[in-house]
């Protein structure tokens, strides 16, 4: 097979949660890109719906569905509809996530539970609703996106919940991978640094100053464009990575290395 062969994702189904926005979206559109059918599913329907025209307009079957994927129910709805609209789920990227800045001896207990939901017991949901299909048919990949903030703690914001619940990702898909690599199911993370998505500028409206700081001490000097993780999630997706899995690919400009 030539080398371009092994990225193309035609016939095959993408579904990316929180996939009405930000780097979800632009995951969704490097999947379509790609030859991808894409499922955006996101608590924001008006959003996913804007999200899958721009990419029927793009030539490629897409469809939005509404989702809480800390609603277990609704995970397993998502992705029964998937299947017995599109008869196959062979791509996952759990892209729904939140964060918040809020000092450890201030933070609420709705605010513990809230990041941990939504970004850990959400996306294990997700896992297990994809995965069990992806079993069935003895095919899969899942991409989940974790963060560089699962591998150091960034500074100077308080974030311990986010910190906690992006390295709980990275562990879950190292376990996923070993218990699922018999099924030939593949689970590999992605670790954004900073990205300039509306997450990252919600939380800097108050901080600005923070953007300064986060880019001297990224040694290619800048914060990532969300268009930046279309690449890698193709390559995670597809025969590309095809022995690759347990793996957590960084993707931070240099901030981990030091
Ligand atoms: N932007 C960054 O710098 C950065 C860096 C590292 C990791 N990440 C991670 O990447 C992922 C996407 O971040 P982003 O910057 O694109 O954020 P974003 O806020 O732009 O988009 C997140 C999407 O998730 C959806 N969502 C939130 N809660 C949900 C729920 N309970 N159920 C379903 N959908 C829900 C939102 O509606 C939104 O569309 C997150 O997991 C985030 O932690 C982001």
């Known amino acids: ?6 990225f193309d994702l035609s ?3 993408a579904l990316v949660t929180g996939g009405a926005q930000g780097l979800g ?4 559109i490097g999947l379509t890109e790609a030859g991808a059918r894409v499922v955006i599913a996101d608590l924001n329907l008006d959003k996913a719906e804007e999200v899958a025209s721009s990419l029927q307009k793009m030539g490629k079957e897409s ?7 800390t609603r277990k129910e609704q995970v397993e709805k998502v992705v029964s509809d998937v299947v017995s609209r599109f008869s196959t789920l062979d791509i996952l990227v759990t892209s729904a996530g939140v964060g918040q800045w809020v000092a450890a001896e201030e933070m609420s207990e709705e605010d513990w539970r809230k990041v941990i939901d939504i970004n850990l017991t959400g996306l294990f949901f997700c896992c ?3 995965g069990k299909e992806m079993i069935r048919r003895k095919k899969g990949s899942i991409i989940n996106i ?16 986010y910190n906690t619940s992006k390295s709980g990702v990275i562990q879950l898909t190292r376990s996923l991978a070993l218990e699922w690599a018999k099924h030939n199911v593949r689970v590999n993370a992605l670790a954004p640094g900073y990205m300039q998505t509306k997450l990252v500028e919600d939380l800097l409206v108050k ?3 923070y953007a300064e700081q986060w880019k001297k001490y990224t040694p290619m000097g800048r914060l990532g464009d969300p268009s930046e993780i279309k690449a890698p999630c193709v390559f995670l997706a597809s025969q590309a990575a095809s022995f690759i899995t347990g793996s957590v690919l960084v993707m931070d400009g240099g901030y981990t290395i030091w």
């Open 63 to 69: 469809i939005a569905l509404q989702i809480d994927v």
């Open 25 to 28: 979206e632009q995951m969704a």
């Open 11 to 13: 016939g095959e189904t």
């Open 146 to 161: 974790a963060s560089m903030s699962g591998i150091a703690v960034n500074y100077p914001q308080c974030q311990s919940h």
């Open 128 to 130: 297990q609703a994809a």
């Open 1 to 6: 097979m030539n080398v371009k062969e092994y």
């Open 207 to 209: 901080l600005p100053e």
